[in-house]
């Protein structure tokens, strides 16, 4: 499975912007899917999961109730709605997936599958 992410950008605190994460090759429905997130100078962070078919999802407490993951099976897509953005969430913002289901993962990203490059978000101020 080869992941690309993309729609990252410069947004103003207080805006929203929405990531992608296009997977290719076969079985994308079998991979539960997640984000995770490394600012300047800091450790690869948890933000959010999905499971496979959607309907379970995980985040990160720091941001719960102004993210949403989702995706969409039938594209090979997985998104994160990015909103209320502070300059606490500029990172660089990485795709993973995984046969496994990836929240007893969070704290053992080195097991996951896949991961996709990073896409840059920066929120100013």
């Known amino acids: 499975v080869q992941l690309q992410a993309s729609g990252g950008g410069l947004v103003q605190a207080g805006g929203s912007l929405r990531l992608s994460c296009a997977a290719s090759?076969?079985?994308?429905?079998?991979?539960?899917m997640g984000w995770f997130r490394q600012a300047p100078g800091k450790e690869r962070d948890f933000v959010a999961s999905?499971?496979?078919?959607?309907?379970?999802?995980y985040y990160a407490d720091s941001v719960r109730g102004r993210f949403t993951i989702s995706r969409n099976n039938a594209k090979n897509i997985v998104y994160l709605q990015m909103n209320s953005l502070t300059p606490e969430d500029t990172a660089v913002y990485f795709c993973v997936a995984s046969l496994a289901p990836i929240p007893p993962l969070v704290n053992d990203p080195g097991k996951l599958d896949y991961w996709g490059q990073g896409t840059l978000v920066t929120v100013s101020s």
């Open positions: 999905i499971s496979w078919g959607g309907g379970s999802t």
């Open positions: 090759g076969r079985a994308f429905s079998n991979y539960a």
